[in-house]
């Protein structure tokens, strides 16, 4: 089963809580389906078992950080750029990117690879904002991140 595409973020004007908490279970599943879907094309295959073995730990995590999120209050949010027009920009950012990478899928690896790598470098500006506000995902960006760094390269 390919990757499916999504829209990140879901509907502008919509309670910033929920639609934080949404994007939460959305990088979640595009790395689950990115490791156990297209893991041989998009990782180094030597650090797949590993990744994956680690995975159920890491999803449990983006439950209760989804839930959190949830009960993130406005102001918070605020503070860290992550309400109206702010949060309509960076999510707008994302799909852009993501629209990239959805398109390269089934294409030539190299510039698959490259469209993912930026795609989780877009979502870690946004993630990252949101760890600062609600704290508990960081172990979530950290995944990300080595799984980030697992992409190969034009080496």
Request: aromatic share 10%; hydrophobic share 40%.
């Amino acid at each position: 089963m390919p990757i499916e595409p999504v829209v990140f973020g879901g509907k502008s004007g919509s309670v910033p809580q929920q639609r934080l908490a949404r994007f939460v279970g959305q990088v979640g599943g595009l790395l689950h389906a990115a490791i156990f879907e297209e893991g041989e094309k998009l990782f180094y295959s030597e650090l797949l078992p590993e990744m994956r073995d680690a995975w159920p730990s890491v999803s449990n995590r983006f439950g209760t950080y989804t839930v959190q999120v949830s009960d993130a209050s406005t102001q918070t949010l605020q503070e860290h750029g992550l309400t109206e027009e702010e949060l309509d920009f960076k999510f707008s950012a994302i799909n852009f990117i993501a629209r990239r990478f959805y398109q390269s899928l089934g294409g030539a690896l190299q510039p698959m690879r490259d469209w993912f790598s930026k795609l989780l470098e877009i979502i870690d500006k946004l993630l990252r904002s949101l760890v600062a506000a609600v704290p508990g995902g960081g172990a979530i960006e950290e995944y990300k991140d080595i799984c980030e760094s697992l992409i190969p390269t034009g080496e």
